[in-house]
């Protein structure tokens, strides 16, 4: 099975910084990769697939990049709506996919 | 507009057994794979079971194996997954979500609906 960490854990950021979020696999993945946004109480929204391709409406502070087995989710400008839960997905495992523990972004 | 309207949650002790029904509106729904993903109440997403825009071929996370069966009535426009062999570990709530490319299983999961809590205690 392919494991997915991410780091930080948890990261206490201002409106305006830039954030940049890891996930590390312990197995190569090619660029099949998966960024995630959850905010309380609601479900996740797909921000990016295949490493790098931001989604349709996903404003463009979001980037995402990497491939292998490291991959980073950046925003650019912290924005309040930002504050949430962010989650990456492989998809390399075909058809057994599986998530990262998630990454919680809060006001500093 | 995309709706996914999950509904069949509730209180269940261990042992027993609880259908999810998805119901789905917004897109031609018997050209997407589908997919089950549940949450742990303060944990992370786990991903528990795709199936094929057909129905013909489902996929299972090893830790529902042989307990969950999913399948699709694509004339109503609705998944289910049948849990049976309930466990406490099984708690959570429950999403249905789209697979972002037609006729293909990709797992890039585009519409999510909000979610149904299964409970698991005796």
């Known amino acids: 099975d392919i494991q997915l960490t991410q780091s930080p854990s948890f990261l206490s950021a201002s409106v305006g910084d830039r954030v940049t979020i890891t996930c590390r696999a312990s197995?190569?993945?090619?660029?099949?990769l998966a960024w995630y946004q959850q905010k309380p109480g609601k479900a996740p929204k797909l921000l990016i697939s295949?490493?790098?391709t931001l989604q349709s409406g996903v404003p463009s502070r979001f980037s995402g990049s990497g491939s292998g087995t490291e991959f980073t989710l950046t925003i650019s400008s912290l924005q309040p709506e930002d504050f949430a839960t962010y989650y990456c997905?492989?998809?390399?495992?075909?058809?057994?996919?599986?998530f990262g523990p998630g990454t919680k972004v809060d006001f500093k | 507009e995309v709706q996914l309207v999950e509904s069949g949650g509730g209180l269940v002790q261990p042992g027993g057994s609880l259908r999810l029904s998805c119901a789905a509106s917004?897109?031609?729904?018997?050209?997407?794979?589908m997919t089950w993903v549940r949450q742990a109440p303060g944990k992370g997403l786990e991903w528990v079971s795709s199936?094929?825009?057909?129905?013909?071929?489902?996929y299972y996370a090893d830790s529902v194996k042989g307990r969950f069966t999913t399948s699709r009535d694509n004339s109503k426009n609705t998944f289910y997954l049948q849990m049976d062999s309930l466990r406490a570990e099984d708690t959570a709530i429950f999403y249905c979500?789209?697979?972002?490319?037609?006729?293909?299983?990709?797992?890039?999961?585009?519409?999510w609906g909000q979610g149904t809590l299964v409970t698991v205690s005796s």
């Open positions: 979500a789209k697979d972002m490319s037609a006729r293909i299983l990709t797992g890039y999961l585009d519409f």
């Open positions: 917004g897109f031609t729904f018997n050209s997407y794979a």
């Open positions: 199936t094929s825009a057909d129905g013909v071929r489902a």
């Open positions: 197995l190569g993945i090619s660029t099949y």
């Open positions: 295949g490493a790098s």
């Open positions: 997905q492989q998809l390399n495992n075909y058809p057994l996919f599986s």
